[in-house]
């Protein structure tokens, strides 16, 4: 809806995914698509970029994409953000499970 909305093309956008709770965002648009390997997602997003500056890159991560919180985090977002490469993270909710088997949802975490 929202890409509809700013009129992109669908042959125009890709959608990179890593891993966790964000892996599967490629298969659910009907767009261009890479659900790419752990901790890979801007490397490979600033890649594509790169090649075709002309795409409208989307990179959707998750609780499993390392290179979002970790080691090179401000330099790859810093790179993703000076080739307009979107990188927006999902938060996952976290579930709390007692010994009876009682699951508390708990926001996101």
């Known amino acids: 809806m929202a ?8 042959h125009n956008v890709v959608v990179v995914s890593g891993v966790g709770n964000a ?12 659900h790419t390997l752990h901790g890979r997602l801007l490397p490979f997003a600033m890649g594509i970029k790169v090649a075709n500056p002309n795409l409208e890159v989307i990179g959707v991560g998750g609780d ?9 985090d401000g330099r790859l977002q810093d790179v993703a953000r000076a080739l307009d490469v979107d990188a927006p993270e999902i938060p996952r909710p976290s579930r709390w499970v007692d010994q009876a088997g ?3 949802e708990r926001g996101p975490g």
């Open 3 to 10: 890409l509809a909305e700013l009129n992109l093309e669908p």
């Open 102 to 104: 009682n699951v508390e």
């Open 64 to 72: 499993g994409d390392d290179a979002l919180h970790a080691g090179l």
């Open 23 to 34: 892996a599967k965002t490629p298969h659910f648009v009907k767009v261009n698509g890479v």
